[in-house]
């Protein structure tokens, strides 16, 4: 064990211990810890940030009578009180850069810098999306060059690229999938959904004006195949399956759901936003999957908050591929890159249409195929390794204190699972959750999957050292002993945090949502 | 007479109509309540599909509609005050009156007695 706090300080310790000892201060902050009000606090209406000339008031307006004509009371702030207040917010901000992530289902893993150093070359990073097809090759060569690589790990023979994020990846499967059956004059009104799949599953088929039927899970954590076969039929049109699934076990009876979904004329889509845990060791194209989308800012790195949006392409099977949606990028005999859109009669097809108004997110491009070239194939196939490596280790290594309601099925996968079951007095996941941050790490997801009591769900990703992971251990299976031995303290936590515990319940059932003076 | 799920809804029936909630133990899982969003009346429910949508701070669940019926009624008062729900759910608390299409479908459920073990059993 590394010897991560060389300071001796400890969360337990009191002002007595010397902690929070001297006078109080004036101002209420605590030399670098300092407190930000809101910018309506301390912005006034009479100032602005902007030097504008002043206004001819006879000049002629094209208003008319839509021009306002009262102040509406917003505040101004010169330009360092605004770079300040938003830098001071920063800093009570959680990231990635400042410690582990261990948020299951997020894959919240270390952003190369080289992928922003990409990113930002002027010649991805300055071009326009009007710009003419000719003079922009190079990027449209990187998206090519990226729905390749996607196709070539999911080993799936086409990709729509233009999906932005996760859940939007799914619509697109589900609306290639809605095409795929109207064209052959197949009305299906059902999609079915295991309970061990991502929550935006049901969304995105009750989005899609799909029926949602759930199908139970096994007590191992996997789909039960038995009860998802009896309920195949005409009316089915698609299966939506996560794998690896949100219990962090592969759904080792694909195949044979697969097989079966076909065979009741269905399709299958597959959640893959937890890719990362199979990516170069399973290619979902030989498991029977139709549809599937990857998320490029979970798998190929920038998560949440790593320099934008998300980007969610979906890789789609010879029988969905002739549905997907435009624009796509082809390239000529002359070796020209260009993109086929709606005027392009001959070679769109029967394309369901068009999902976004441009052709992706092509800073999550440049990254994530700078992400896939730095690493090489071994590379992609050691992340999913050490991904499972680094899950499984944490599972072993608190399984004999926390209850572990899967650890019987096998190793997991990216992420692991574990429940509140022997946690007493009152105790709960969320007091584990506050507890955590004390301790200085952002809470695993809570409450997640449903099947489990209490869930909490690790992903720890392959980025983190052991010395990092077993500092984590150290400081989760202290608070879970304190909730085992229903620590009453425990429940007031955060004690550290910028702000106490939030009334989480009030905020739902009374959000204030205006700035009332 | 007072009926039980297995999905901890309960039903009290009073000649033929029935009022349906969800159970104390059902509100204590669950946690504070947020919103419940109720069936429109004149929505037709069928025994073991979802009839209501209750979230709380931890999640969002579906409440199935014990038996076959009609919805006559829903609780306007949870829209203001979902927090009834956590405070009275067996009394106050309830979600909506449906017709009883079929009486013999409230055999199949646990009386009082019956619910209590059933929850001890979990």
């Known amino acids: ?517 | 007479m007072r009926y039980f799920t297995d999905e901890h809804e309960w039903i009290d029936v009073d000649g033929d109509v029935a009022t349906v909630g969800i159970t104390d133990y059902a509100q204590g899982q669950l946690g504070d309540i947020v919103f419940v969003e109720l069936p429109a009346v004149g929505t037709k429910v069928e025994k073991g599909k979802d009839a209501a949508v209750v979230e709380s701070v931890k999640a969002a669940s579906d409440v199935y509609a014990p038996i076959d019926g009609e919805v006559t009624e829903t609780n306007g008062a949870l829209e203001e005050d979902p927090a009834l729900v956590n405070t009275a759910p067996e009394g106050e608390g309830w979600f909506f009156r449906i017709t009883i299409a079929n009486a013999g479908q409230l055999e199949g459920l646990m009386d009082e007695a019956a619910y209590k073990d059933f929850v001890a059993s979990l």
């Open chain 1, 1 to 517: 064990m590394n010897a991560p706090n060389t300071s001796g300080w400890k969360p337990e310790m009191t002002a007595a211990d010397g902690m929070h000892s001297g006078p109080a201060t004036t101002t209420g902050n605590r030399a670098l810890m300092l407190e930000e009000p809101l910018l309506f606090e301390i912005g006034r209406t009479d100032v602005t940030g902007v030097d504008l000339p002043a206004v001819d008031a006879s000049a002629p307006t094209r208003l008319g009578g839509l021009a306002r004509s009262n102040a509406i009371g917003l505040v101004g702030l010169t330009e360092p009180e605004t770079v300040r207040h938003y830098t001071r917010l920063s800093r009570q901000n959680y990231g990635i850069d400042l410690g582990f992530f261990p948020l299951g289902s997020c894959t919240m893993k270390h952003n190369p810098r080289l992928n922003e150093k990409v990113a930002r070359l002027p010649g991805f990073a300055d071009i326009h999306p009007l710009a003419p097809q000719n003079a922009v090759q190079g990027a449209l060569e990187v998206i090519s060059q990226l729905g390749e690589w996607l196709c070539k790990l999911t080993g799936m023979p086409a990709v729509a690229m233009s999906p932005k994020a996760g859940a939007h990846g799914e619509l697109c499967g589900i609306l290639a999938i809605r095409a795929a059956h109207e064209a052959r004059g197949d009305a299906r009104e059902v999609v079915l959904v295991p309970e061990s799949a991502h929550g935006t599953n049901p969304a995105t088929a009750a989005f899609a004006n799909y029926r949602v039927e759930d199908i139970p899970a096994t007590p191992e954590g996997r789909v039960d195949v038995a009860a998802l076969k009896a309920r195949l039929g005409p009316d089915v049109a698609a299966v939506m399956i996560t794998n690896p699934n949100t219990c962090g076990l592969f759904e080792k009876d694909f195949r044979e759901i697969a097989d079966a979904v076909h065979a009741a004329g269905g399709y299958v889509y597959c959640d893959g936003a937890n890719f990362n845990a199979i990516v170069g060791r399973v290619r979902p194209g030989d498991l029977g999957v139709d549809a599937m989308h990857i998320n490029l800012h979970k798998t190929f790195s920038t998560p949440h908050g790593g320099g934008g949006p998300g980007s969610g392409p979906v890789v789609f099977s010879e029988a969905l591929a002739p549905f997907a949606p435009l624009p796509f990028v082809r390239q000529d005999e002359g070796g020209t890159f260009y993109l086929v859109e709606e005027e392009n009669r001959a070679e769109r097809g029967p394309s369901f249409g068009r999902m976004t108004a441009f052709h992706g997110q092509m800073g999550m491009f440049t990254r994530a195929l700078t992400y896939m070239l730095s690493h090489g194939a071994d590379g992609l196939k050691q992340v999913a390794e050490d991904a499972v490596l680094n899950a499984n280790y944490i599972l072993r290594s608190m399984e004999d204190i926390l209850h572990a309601p899967f650890a019987a099925s096998g190793p997991c996968m990216h992420e692991a699972l574990f429940g509140d079951k022997d946690f007493t007095e009152g105790l709960t996941t969320l007091d584990v959750a506050k507890g955590l941050i004390d301790e200085g790490y952002h809470p695993m997801t809570v409450y997640f999957p449903l099947v489990v009591h209490g869930a909490m769900l690790v992903e720890p990703t392959e980025t983190e050292s052991k010395a990092a992971i077993d500092q984590f251990i150290t400081a989760f299976r202290a608070v879970v002993e304190r909730a085992l031995a229903g620590d009453q303290g425990l429940k007031q936590a955060p004690y550290y945090a910028p702000r106490r515990r939030l009334d989480e319940t009030a905020a739902a059932r009374k959000p204030k949502l205006a700035f009332e003076g």
